[in-house]
């Protein structure tokens, strides 16, 4: 069943309304049968700050954290480069370095922190389960979003000696598409003056390589655990639906689907797809706090999602 999500603005506070863009209320089936909403009054609400005390995604708060997420976004603007990313793809399509479960995989996210993240500095596997419960509680009836919610971070593992060992620039932050342009809203812009693509006149306009209208399927991000989990959820052939896997494989591309650019290169499939990455990315990005989870009372619920959706064991 193909299910739509229409965009409409939450009329909830006005700081809600400062921190997102507008942001579905309603579901909408195949028949067009509103699935219930979460209530306006015991649904998400937005944090007033981060687990530091400050607005999210303010890469300029003097943090303890600053200099390292700096300096991870210079090392990407100057590394991620389009043939970097061509020959990564190729290396790890191969799903040739581990074989495990999916939540074997989880677990092992308690031993991984995300460098590029101003927001937390909790091990992954609790932001997992945060973004995973916050979702579940507003749209009880969408499992395949509970599960997507679980999943998006798993390929931060590339950090992991058994799955490559990656530097952080080449795993973490916020992705964006080579082979054209870089547009000014991409956190950090300022370091890709030193990228070896800035310069390349077949890279540096608006359509690069691409056509309008291409589809981002075509379009090359930059190398880290989102392409990476989205080529595991494909080649191990899941069965979430499409719009689990743009999720999964756009939900750092901040500069599609916070500041609106790239859409020049969206189809129309990509285009409905958005309007599910918008309503997750609340989730994904407000619910990073210091609450915890019971990982052990939630644990059997999300592990019959994995069976409905993914086989017993996975290649990676």
Not at 15 to 44: I, Q, Y
Not at 65 to 75: D, G, N, T
Not at 124 to 134: D, S
Request: glycine share 6%; proline share 4%; net charge negative.
């Amino acid at each position: 069943m193909t299910i739509n999500a229409e965009q409409h603005n939450h009329a909830g506070s006005e700081v809600e309304d400062k921190k997102t863009d507008s942001v579905a209320d309603d579901l909408f089936s195949d028949s067009g049968v509103v699935v219930p909403k979460s209530a306006a009054n015991d649904g998400f609400v937005v944090p007033g700050s981060n687990a530091f005390g400050n607005s999210f995604r303010d890469y300029h708060a003097e943090t303890e954290r600053k200099k390292i997420v700096e300096e991870l976004y210079r090392l990407s603007h100057i590394n991620q480069t389009y043939d970097f990313v061509k020959k990564m793809r190729e290396a790890y399509k191969k799903m040739d370095r581990v074989e495990m479960s999916i939540w074997e995989c989880c677990e092992l996210l308690n031993d991984v922190v995300d460098d590029s993240d101003p927001d937390l500095d909790e091990p992954q596997m609790e932001h997992l389960l945060q973004t995973a419960e916050a979702i579940r509680r507003d749209y009880p009836d969408e499992d395949w979003l509970h599960l997507t919610g679980l999943i998006h971070d798993l390929g931060k593992v590339l950090l992991l000696p058994s799955f490559g060992g990656l530097p952080q620039w080449a795993v973490v932050g916020d992705t964006f598409p080579l082979g054209c342009a870089f547009d000014e809203s991409i956190v950090h812009h300022e370091f890709f003056k030193d990228s070896p693509d800035y310069n390349n006149p077949a890279y540096n306009t608006k359509h690069g390589v691409y056509t309008e209208g291409c589809g981002l399927e075509s379009v090359l991000m930059s190398w880290g655990h989102d392409d990476y989990m989205y080529l595991v959820a494909k080649e191990n052939k899941t069965t979430l639906p499409p719009a689990a896997l743009f999720i999964i494989r756009y939900h750092s591309f901040y500069a599609l689907h916070k500041a609106g650019a790239y859409k020049h290169l969206m189809n129309e499939e990509d285009v409905e797809n958005l309007k599910w990455l918008q309503i997750f990315n609340k989730y994904d990005l407000y619910s990073k706090s210091k609450v915890r989870i019971d990982v052990e009372k939630v644990k059997p619920y999300y592990q019959s999602l994995i069976e409905k959706y993914f086989p017993s064991k996975l290649k990676w």
